[in-house]
T-cell receptor, first 112, second 111 residues
Framework: DQQVKQNSPSLSVQEGRISILNCDYTNSMFDYFLWYKKYPAEGPTFLISISSIKDKNEDGRFTVFLNKSAKHLSLHIVPSQPGDSAVYFC???????????FGAGTTVTVRA | DVKVTQSSRYLVKRTGEKVFLECVQDMDHENMFWYRQDPGLGLRLIYFSYDVKMKEKGDIPEGYSVSREKKERFSLILESASTNQTSMYLCASMEANYGYTFGSGTRLTVV
């Protein structure tokens, strides 16, 4: 049973607008969350992360929000650019465990 | 920059063949991982290793084994390939800061 869920398989957004990607998790032991971006025929690359002691982390156009009570996190991309078209994976880990649990991914398409 | 190299980008193998997927990292990382990526399922952990000659099962180890004889190399072995092992295989390494670095992946097709 997947402990990290991305319920939207795809998202289409116009260039310049905001992209919002959502992620839910079931394991209350998760305390570190990451977003990865993947282009076709390439490995995933790290985008942004957040620890459970925070509720927001920002890096340039990318912001991740964490709602621990709802076991929900979201990634905001503002403004969206054509190069943001990719698959985005949400991932989580617990304590000192180095293993990551991944969601199914959301394919983002940014329209010109 | 850490580099993780997977020896093959594309492989086509026959059912029943023994298949070796090789992964090499150049930053002396202790931790290495093998995932497979399938549509709608995301990345699922097959095996991982925290040190040389050490291996641990992930979430879907059935039909796979691994070898880590040297720190920089982590091999995934399909003992007898089956069509349901057709997938994208991703190797990753990391140090203790939760920074995974992935290889480019191997697209394996079993016919």
């Amino acid at each position: 049973d997947q402990q990290v869920k991305q319920n939207s398989p795809s998202l289409s957004v116009q260039e310049g607008r905001i992209s919002i990607l959502n992620c839910d998790y079931t394991n209350s032991m998760f305390d570190y969350f990451l977003w990865y971006k993947k282009y076709p025929a390439e490995g995933p690359t790290f985008l942004i992360s957040i620890s459970s002691i925070k509720d927001k982390n920002e890096d340039g156009r990318f912001t991740v929000f964490l709602n621990k009570s709802a076991k929900h996190l979201s990634l905001h991309i503002v403004p969206s650019q054509p190069g943001d078209s990719a698959v985005y994976f949400c991932a989580a880990s617990a304590g000192n465990d180095y293993k990551l649990s991944f969601g199914a991914g959301t394919t983002v398409t940014v329209r010109a | 920059d850490v580099k993780v190299t997977q020896s093959s980008r594309y492989l086509v193998k026959r059912t029943g063949e023994k298949v070796f997927l090789e992964c090499v990292q150049d930053m002396d990382h202790e931790n290495m991982f093998w995932y497979r990526q399938d549509p709608g399922l995301g990345l699922r952990l097959i095996y991982f290793s925290y040190d040389v000659k050490m291996k641990e099962k992930g979430d879907i180890p059935e039909g796979y084994s691994v070898s880590r004889e040297k720190k920089e190399r982590f091999s995934l072995i399909l003992e007898s390939a089956s069509t349901n092992q057709t997938s994208m295989y991703l190797c990753a390494s990391m140090e203790a800061n939760y920074g995974y670095t992935f290889g480019s992946g191997t697209r394996l097709t079993v016919v």
